[in-house]
């Protein structure tokens, strides 16, 4: 798991806060994920970043806002959150190599979200 | 429409007899599958994946997962289970008919395995 860390590890915030996730890789990838994981749902993707270029946002609300400064580093910026946005945020990063349909994507170890 | 079934929510198996995680899938193209597995407080550890060729592919500690393209499977096997395989295990497929980076996974099989 040493590959991709995921700070915090654990958070817990009012609705009105603004706080921020960060996600780091040291893999040497350039394609960069945001997945959200709640009980009895499937693995839900958020945003890819594929050379620092967002190239999906699978509807994710605005109060969510990503950010991708360089191929290592990955953030998730929160906001005026919803209790039902409590969930584990997972990161994951791949090769990101042009048709990378078959890219493996490793995964941090994901922040525990608590929204009050 | 891209597809992943687990279609068991446990499984639960004796230490060691071997076992077997169910995954179904439908995509459009050709299927890259792969099986995850996360351990509690964890994140997903990649344990194998299918691309092409050998049916059978080898993955992390001792798994194995059988490609059916006529039954659409995908199913993870290990001939004899630990104690300490007991997790929440993630089958996942990406449609090879795209150019696309999107995984899309299924709801995860609990394996509890029993001393």
């Known amino acids: 798991e040493t590959g991709v860390t995921q700070t915090p590890r654990h958070l817990v915030m009012g609705m009105t806060n603004k706080k921020s996730l960060k996600c780091e890789q040291h893999?040497?990838?350039?394609?960069m994920y945001w997945y959200k994981q709640s009980a009895k749902k499937p693995l839900e993707l958020m945003f890819v970043?594929?050379?620092?270029?967002?190239?999906e946002n699978n509807s994710v609300p605005s109060r969510f806002s990503p950010e991708c400064p360089n191929s290592s580093h990955l953030f998730l910026h929160l906001h005026t959150l919803q209790p039902e946005d409590s969930a584990l945020y997972l990161c994951?990063?791949?090769?990101?190599?042009?048709?990378?349909?078959?890219?493996?994507?490793?995964f941090g170890p994901g922040t525990r979200l608590t929204v009050l | 429409a891209q597809s992943v079934a687990q279609p068991e929510d446990q499984v639960n198996v004796a230490e060691g007899n071997p076992l077997t995680v169910k995954c179904t899938y439908s995509?459009?193209?050709?299927?890259?599958l792969f099986w995850y597995v996360q351990y509690p407080n964890r994140g997903l550890q990649f344990l194998l994946k299918?691309?092409?060729?050998?049916?059978l592919v080898k993955g992390s500690y001792g798994f194995e997962a059988e490609f059916n393209k006529s039954q659409t499977s995908f199913h993870l096997k290990k001939p004899s289970a630990l104690v300490s395989d007991s997790a929440l295990y993630f089958c996942a497929v990406r449609d090879g008919a795209y150019n696309t980076d999107k995984l899309i996974f299924g709801t995860g099989t609990r394996l509890q395995v029993f001393p």
């Open positions: 893999l040497g990838h350039n394609a």
């Open positions: 970043y594929n050379f620092k270029e967002q190239t």
């Open positions: 995509v459009s193209g050709n299927p890259y």
């Open positions: 994951a990063s791949s090769q990101g190599t042009s048709g990378g349909s078959t890219d493996t994507q490793y």
């Open positions: 299918y691309i092409t060729g050998d049916n």
